[in-house]
């Protein structure tokens, strides 16, 4: 449905150059290790999908087949649970796919060590930011009519999280990236946090489901009762 929706793909159009700006800017510095002392945009790199995720967490829910939505309430409500878990794993695995082909592009600029530790380390920044933003997904995707009142929030939440990531990123170039023994030790705690995060997110996703699904099922049967009256 991500490829599929047009009203999905027409909201994520300004996640484009959000997206590819950093990506440039990491191509062209790809011969900087972090490792080095240097400051370059690779490390940038792993908060961009904090910065993405947000954008799809909060357009996801909006599609144009939204009338359709009533399908959902004929699944069991034992269902939910795995649908929530089943679209945490593709967005994973958009993080995987692309990590796994920084991983092989880094090996030959930095060397496998310096590669697998920022690889690694990249990984588990963007499944923190995966795990938390899940919790913004407010329903069953693609089965809300999208809602124009809620442009004028997205920016400033946009810039509050640019903010957040900016100092993220400075905490992680002073702090972080002196040492490898550092970066495999926060790696490690950011794997856990991940963990715990997410956990707690697709339960909270879940519910989320079960109450909009229940709004529907209220809708519906209010405007059965309202024709046949």
């Known amino acids: 449905m991500m490829l599929r929706d047009w009203q999905f793909r027409r909201q994520m159009l300004p996640l484009i150059p959000m997206v590819l700006v ?4 990491a191509v062209r510095q790809i011969g900087i290790s972090p490792f080095s002392g240097t400051f370059s945009a690779m490390h940038i790199f792993p908060h961009v999908f904090g910065m993405a995720f947000y954008v799809i967490s909060t357009v996801i829910v909006f599609g144009t087949d939204h009338q359709g939505a009533w399908i959902f309430l004929l699944a069991p ?8 878990r089943g679209v945490y794993a593709r967005l994973l695995s958009l993080i ?8 092989v592009l880094l090996a030959w600029c930095w060397g496998i ?20 933003e899940m919790r913004l997904i407010e329903g069953m995707p693609f089965s809300k009519q999208p809602d124009a009142s809620r442009n004028p929030f ?12 900016a100092i993220a990123v400075g905490l992680q170039y002073f702090l972080v990236f002196r040492s490898p023994l550092v970066v495999m030790a926060v790696t490690l705690a950011l794997t856990a946090a991940a963990w715990l995060v997410t956990r707690s997110s697709l339960e909270a996703f879940e519910v989320n489901i079960r109450f909009h699904l229940g709004i529907l099922s209220t809708e519906s049967k209010g405007l059965y009762v309202e024709v046949e009256g």
Do not use: Q
């Not at 409500?77 to 929530?84: L, N, P, Q």
């Not at 995987?96 to 991983?103: D, F």
């Not at 920016?155 to 957040?164: S, T, Y």
């Open 154 to 165: 997205i920016l400033p939440m946009m810039l509050l999280g640019g903010v957040v990531m």
């Open 113 to 132: 060590r310096d590669a697998g530790l920022f690889v690694a380390y990249s990984t588990a920044v963007a499944a923190v930011y995966l795990g938390l």
């Open 96 to 103: 995987i796919a692309l990590h796994a082909i920084l991983l």
């Open 22 to 25: 950093p990506m440039v800017a």
């Open 77 to 84: 409500a034992g269902a939910f649970r795995g649908f929530a």
